[in-house]
T-cell receptor, first 108, second 113 residues
Framework: GQNIDQPTEMTATEGAIVQINCTYQ??????LFWYQQHAGEAPTFLSY????GLEEKGRFSSFLSRSKGYSYLLLKELQMKDSASYLC?????????FGAGTQVVVTP | GAGVSQSPSNKVTEKGKDVELRCDPI?????LYWYRQRLGQGLEFLIY????????KSGLPSDRFSAERTGESVSTLTIQRTQQEDSAVYLC???????????FGSGTRLTVV
């Protein structure tokens, strides 16, 4: 079966760092994506990993370990506008399979 | 167009009626995807198109759901005899090819009453 697991909710303070973990078991793997989704809006692309290691893009970094079926998204210097749902997605034979999303709440 | 366009943005329909949801992908994007998102939940894959063929329609929940795509352009998702459990946001996305990232539309919020 397909399983993509991530925590339901995380709370952090403005200026802090938050790490969102994602573990997956899928029939195929051709890359892992992270998307950000604000309430009532469409998801927007954040990052993509297909090889093991860390990809850094400004305040956001994403890590992948294919042997462990594990990824994380690291958000640094949190801002209030980062309050959103963060979706982990695995490309599986041409389509993306999404996790249920992690709601990040940033407090002042 | 500049982005993925979906219409209508909101649709309220009576149980038992048929509805058609439309998606206009980004020009030149060969791959097109439909997802469903129930309130507070993740994205549920429905079907994807490569050109106008559908290599994977495994996510369609029942035979009341169907989709088609003309050429490498517009796609319509049709739900027949709607049920209350069909209430959700239906999201469309397109990509240059299946190996590329998606751009999502703003979705159609369907409410079946």
């Amino acid at each position: 079966g397909q399983n993509i697991d991530q925590p339901t909710e995380m709370t952090a303070t403005e200026g802090a760092i938050v790490q969102i973990n994602c573990t997956y078991q899928t029939s195929g793997f051709n890359g892992l994506f992270w998307y950000q989704q604000h309430a009532g809006e469409a998801p927007t692309f954040l990052s993509y990993n297909v090889l093991d290691g860390l990809e850094e893009k400004g305040r956001f970094s994403s890590f992948l370990s294919r042997s462990k079926g594990y990824s994380y998204l690291l958000l640094k210097e949190l801002q209030m506008k980062d309050s959103a749902s963060y979706l982990c997605a695995v490309r599986d034979w041409g389509k993306l399979q999404f996790g249920a999303g992690t709601q990040v709440v940033v407090t002042p | 167009g500049a982005g993925v366009s979906q219409s209508p943005s909101n649709k309220v329909t009576e149980k038992g009626k048929d509805v058609e949801l439309r998606c206009d992908p980004i020009s030149g994007h060969t791959a097109l995807y439909w997802y469903r998102q129930r309130l507070g939940q993740g994205l549920e894959f429905l079907i994807y198109f490569q050109g106008n063929s559908a290599p994977d329609k495994s996510g369609l929940p029942s035979d009341r759901f169907s989709a088609e795509r003309t050429g490498e352009s517009v796609s319509t998702l049709t739900i027949q005899r709607t049920q209350q459990e069909d209430s959700a946001v239906y999201l469309c996305a397109s990509s240059l090819a299946v190996d590329y990232g998606y751009t999502f539309g703003s979705g159609t919020r369907l409410t079946v009453v």
